[in-house]
């Protein structure tokens, strides 16, 4: 039995400085040394999610944590994700199932807080008496002065928790010092208490260059400077938040690969649905909204969407909808997955209001669906089999829509419960619920193959399976981390009682 220690928490100077991806590499590296850790973030905001083995949702970041851990997800690794839908609105999911819609203002009152305080609470204990450590995740930054009193995810969360945090502060973005110094010194002196350390993340150059940095910023904060971190742009972690969206976006396409267009949603979700395929040798995937774009694409892929009917209209208002339709009338393939799915029909209808005040809309009649969104929310892990395939593929679906597909129309797959799923038409206009659906190879050797066929390329994939791929990731990530941070000062950290 390891001796128990105390919670970690990273918390950040702001949005994006790398949280999530070092919660993964701490979990990689306790799990290494014989532990048995945990990841927790107490609020998520993303529309990256995952479902648990028992059909729950939690932000896609929490799971991958886990992955790394080397541990199932559960509802209990994030207690409450927000998924934003337009209008300043979020559905609220409350241990793992969506209990409505909150405008920003609404969520944040103090008051309407501590019913869900208690529950991160509860969550946290629970988890606490499974797993050792805890590797904690704040949210954004730890010193938003305005959200103190209504906090249940940053400093609040470490006092309950007890945790030693860690500040992680993005020095690409410029202004370190500052950024660490304010971070800790706007805090309470009772919350000051509990940061115990900094990591200088996203470093580019040599590291003795920032050795009077260092010692600098540790004179200034008054805590250690725990490790100097590099831009990782080598280690591949999936991601979570959408400002990543902007580093993979391109507007070029490359003549002797098959070019894959993703039309870049307002409302995109689960963009890591197309991590797999962007490692093809075969294919240069890009992000766009530009409509002369994504035009170029010899795939043109419909993602999955918060507010399918809103992200229908602003497609049309860029006139991506006609780009669309001519791309696959000229032989274009056109996927869309799960909101992308519903678009490719002939309509959508939102008699409840579930996602607006727009009752219903005609769809791109790529395929003869039609869809009604409904308040019951679908979440479930699946396995299918491809249509003339024996292997199985697995998957995971949320959605809030029921899909009518005429008996006549091929699906797509055929799941192990012996439904069926999605619709092709022809071999090149196709469309799934089913997120995850490209990290199988039949389904992407089967969306690429006539162009890779009129391009002389291979028509299997020669990607390294996406399992062992991420265990590599993980393994990689905690080597560098260990390469850069003082693991032994941290462990010494979480081994205080204070």
């Not at 932000?59 to 080397?70: D, F, I, L, N, S």
């Amino acid at each position: 039995m390891m001796k128990k220690l105390r919670p970690i928490m990273l918390g950040g100077t702001g949005s994006d400085v790398g949280k999530s991806v070092l919660a993964a590499g701490l979990c990689r590296i306790f799990l290494q040394d014989g532990y048995h850790p945990a990841p927790f973030k107490a609020q998520n905001m993303a529309l990256n999610s995952y479902v648990t083995p028992d059909g729950l949702e939690i932000g896609r970041a929490q799971a991958v944590q886990a992955e790394a851990a080397g541990v199932e997800c559960m509802p209990e690794m994030n207690p409450v994700l927000l998924k934003p839908s337009g209008n300043m609105t979020s559905q609220v999911v409350l241990n793992g199932l969506p209990v409505g819609n909150k405008d920003a203002y609404e969520y944040f009152r103090k008051e309407n807080k501590e019913p869900l305080r208690k529950e991160v609470h509860a969550a946290f204990d629970r988890l606490s008496s499974r797993y050792n450590p805890i590797v904690m995740e704040g949210a954004g930054s730890i010193a938003e002065l305005n959200l103190r009193d209504s906090d249940i995810v940053n400093m609040s969360m470490a006092r309950y928790a007890g945790a030693a945090v860690i500040l992680v502060a993005d020095i690409d973005r410029g202004g370190v010092f500052a950024s660490a110094y304010g971070s800790i010194m706007l805090q309470t002196e009772e919350d000051r208490r509990h940061i115990k350390g900094i990591i200088v993340n996203k470093f580019r150059g040599d590291e003795k260059l920032f050795e009077k940095g260092r010692r600098q910023m540790e004179e200034i904060c008054g805590v250690p400077v725990i490790g100097v971190v590099p831009y990782l742009d080598d280690i591949h972690i999936e991601e979570e938040d959408s400002v990543s969206l902007m580093k993979k976006s391109s507007v070029h396409t490359e003549e002797n690969m098959i070019n894959v267009a993703v039309l870049a949603l307002p409302h995109i979700s689960n963009f890591t649905d197309f991590d797999t395929i962007s490692r093809d040798p075969r294919v240069h995937l890009y992000f766009t909204d530009d409509p002369s774009e994504l035009g170029k694409g010899d795939v043109i892929i419909l993602p999955g969407s918060k507010n399918t009917i809103g992200d229908l209209r602003a497609m049309r208002e860029k006139g991506c909808d006609d780009v669309v339709i001519a791309a696959a009338a000229r032989g274009c393939s056109v996927m869309g997955i799960c909101g992308g799915y519903q678009m490719m029909g002939r309509e959508i209808s939102d008699p409840d209001g579930v996602e607006g005040e727009v009752a219903a809309a005609e769809g791109l009649c790529l395929l003869p669906t039609s869809t009604v969104l409904r308040g019951n929310k679908t979440i479930k892990r699946v396995e299918f089999t491809v249509k003339d395939c024996e292997v199985t593929g697995s998957g995971y679906e949320i959605h809030m829509g029921e899909t009518e597909v005429p008996a006549d129309a091929s699906p797509l797959v055929v799941k192990s419960d012996g439904t069926c799923d999605g619709c092709i038409a022809g071999d090149r206009v196709m469309g799934s619920y089913i997120h995850g659906i490209l990290d199988n190879q039949e389904v992407t050797d089967r969306l690429l193959a006539p162009h890779a066929r009129a391009k002389g390329l291979p028509l299997k994939s020669e990607t390294e399976p996406y399992r062992s791929y991420k265990e590599r990731q993980y393994d990689a990530l905690s080597a560098r981390l260990r390469e850069c941070l003082d693991i032994e000062l941290l462990y010494k950290i979480m081994r205080e009682d204070d």
